[in-house]
């Protein structure tokens, strides 16, 4: 998918019974572009028995100069993947805040970037990510800002006043770890990493950890790791 100097505003994605919630955008396996662009009040919710695969349900992305904001991923019985559920992802110049994540399993962070056929790494750069909240009552909140496996690299950035709050939360800045099953321990369980099948699952590239260049994470809430909860940090 190809989205520039767009608004996609309002939009409601719900599902039901035993099917999953995919995303305002599903654009499949092929790379996306997201440039100048704001994505607003978008609510992706599953109310049967499935997963919320969050607002942006795609492949390596690059967006750039984009907003995010007051966005909804909500599933009522089984795992809400945040607001952003790429697979690799460069993002620069662009705003996710005021966005809420809830489950009662486990919720991810508004920014959750997953490998997907391929190793990935996420990189940031010139953004903000502030005032999202991942709430999973009973369950794991994984990130209140960031959650992921991949090896991360944030530059000039500020990730502020992010809450993940439930029985289990970790990371309110940033919940980062190489190891898919140390994401993926709610109280009440959860069957694999986001889910993907174990031959579809990337293998995770040997550098790992976050790397944080003129980068502000502060202010952040979670009961393990407040602001940080990382495998490593350069």
């Known amino acids: 998918a190809t989205i520039t100097n767009s608004r996609v505003t309002n939009n409601t994605d719900a599902a039901s019974a035993n099917s999953s919630a995919g995303g305002t955008i599903d654009a499949g396996p092929d790379p996306s572009t997201i440039t100048n662009s704001t994505f607003s009040g978008n609510v992706n919710s599953a109310t049967g028995s499935r997963e919320a695969f969050g607002i942006l349900n795609i492949a390596d992305t690059t967006i750039t100069g984009s907003s995010f904001t007051g966005n909804q991923t909500s599933s009522v019985n089984d795992l809400a993947n945040g607001t952003l559920f790429p697979e690799g992802l460069t993002m620069s110049n662009s705003t996710v805040e005021n966005n809420t994540v809830t489950s009662p399993v486990q919720a991810f962070a508004a920014l959750s970037p997953t490998p997907g056929l391929a190793p990935a790494t996420t990189t940031v750069t010139g953004s903000t990510i ?105």
């Open 130 to 234: 502030d005032h999202n909240t991942t709430n999973s009552p009973g369950g794991t909140a994984s990130g209140g800002g960031v959650a992921t496996t991949e090896p991360l690299g944030i530059t000039n950035s500020t990730i502020t006043n992010n809450t993940a709050t439930g029985s289990v939360s970790n990371g309110g800045g940033i919940d980062q770890d190489p190891d898919p099953s140390n994401l993926s321990k709610a109280a009440q369980g959860t069957v694999g990493y986001w889910k993907r099948p174990v031959g579809v699952r990337a293998q995770q590239q040997s550098a790992t950890g976050v790397t944080l260049v003129y980068t502000t994470i502060v202010d952040n809430t979670a009961s393990s790791g407040a602001n940080l909860q990382v495998s490593s940090l350069a």
